[in-house]
């Protein structure tokens, strides 16, 4: 796997999911020496559960354990440290991860129990949790989702995990972009394996769920940012942690050179019983008959960034989207399959940023 590289899979058995990627990207190569010590790091945010769409899946977690197992990696660890307010130990059991250790004999370990270190991060003093020095190669497994502060969160803004309360406390006093950036300068980043299967629209708690089904592999931490910020209605630049570390040579924010592989296509799956308060009021805009999750999330994200500026006040156009317009001709629609509409998108599927450019220029 190269570093411009983003292998994504969709569907809903998300541990066989996560095995067949890690041998697609064959993560053993990867990954080299078997004596390497490694470590997955999950977001824990708060005690939930990953269907509100604010922590890390616990059956991530499981397939990778599974496929480390399956090629004899033998030194291998899960840690993290959730955010001020809330209790690591509370989040690892309500999340099932702890139970997913146990039943893997795998240690857990609590990084608001854990001593720390002082280090230079790239000119700026930080402090790590210890068991970042007795770690090799980390498997980062953020969840890609919106976040109050700095409107999207994925795999920079996942390495403070790794960091004490103090330092937390600290890098919001300091406006969080810059010691973000600086802090994944010291990383040791092996692999970013994303849970996208139902991060939340535009809150790091979750309660908002946006159905995607789909997880992704990368290498760089920066790109993998970047092209979320594209995937839920965002540029690069609005993200400015993103740019920081781009200038500090943790990676590339340049998505013209990324490389996007699936494995599968997004399945006809999209339905509604997961959809809450905001989603629902956004669906009003849509006319989706059999769409893929992938494509109808998509959908969602730019809506949300469109209602936020006003774009949709006013507008009745139900926005078409689904494998059940592929025979059938509507007004607008969004995504390959709405190609008989008399204006259309498309994409399989097309990223939210792109419906957001096309619905402004419509609506307008």
């Known amino acids: 796997m190269k570093k411009e590289e983003i292998v994504m899979i969709h569907g809903t058995d998300y541990v066989q999911m996560t095995l067949k990627l890690l041998e697609a990207i064959h993560l053993d190569e990867i990954i080299g020496d078997k004596t390497k010590r490694i470590a997955l790091k999950p977001n824990l945010l708060l005690d939930d559960d990953a269907s509100n769409g604010a922590i890390t899946h616990p059956e991530l977690v499981e397939g990778v354990l599974l496929y480390l197992k399956k090629h004899e990696f033998s030194n291998v660890k899960v840690m993290e440290g959730s955010w001020v307010g809330s209790r690591t130990s509370r989040a690892v059991k309500a999340s099932g991860i702890a139970s997913v250790c146990e039943n893997y004999h795998v240690p857990f370990y609590d990084m608001q129990k854990d001593s720390s ?81 139902c991060g939340d629209l535009n809150f790091e708690e979750g309660g908002n769920p946006v159905v995607m089904n789909r997880i992704f592999a990368c290498l760089d931490p920066v790109l993998c940012d970047a092209y979320v910020c594209e995937s839920i209605g965002y540029s690069v630049d609005d993200v400015p942690y993103i740019r920081i570390a781009e200038r500090l040579n943790v990676g590339c924010a340049d998505t013209s ?25 956004l669906e009003k805009y849509t006319d989706a008959r059999d769409a893929c999750s992938a494509c109808y999330g998509s959908l969602i994200y730019a809506l949300e960034r469109l209602d936020d500026q006003g774009t949709t006040r006013g507008k009745r156009e139900h926005v078409c989207i689904g494998q059940g317009w592929k025979d059938t001709a509507g007004e607008i629609g969004v995504g390959s399959c709405t190609k008989n509409c008399s204006r259309h998108l498309l994409g399989c599927p097309p990223k939210a940023l792109d419906i957001i450019r096309f619905l402004e220029e419509y609506w307008q």
Do not use: W
């Open 117 to 197: 270190y002082p280090c230079d991060a790239a000119g700026m003093p930080l402090h790590l949790c210890s068991e970042l020095k007795t770690t090799d190669f980390l498997i980062n497994m953020p969840v890609l989702k919106g976040h109050c502060q700095t409107l999207i969160t994925c795999a920079l803004k996942n390495a403070k995990g790794v960091i004490p309360d103090s330092e937390k406390r600290r890098f919001h006093t300091m406006g969080l972009h810059k010691p973000i950036a600086h802090l994944n300068t010291v990383i040791p980043h092996g692999l970013i394996l994303v849970d996208n299967i």
């Open 257 to 281: 050179k990324a490389k996007v592989t699936m494995l599968n296509q997004p399945m006809n799956d999209q339905t509604n019983s997961h959809a809450t308060g905001r989603v629902r009021k």
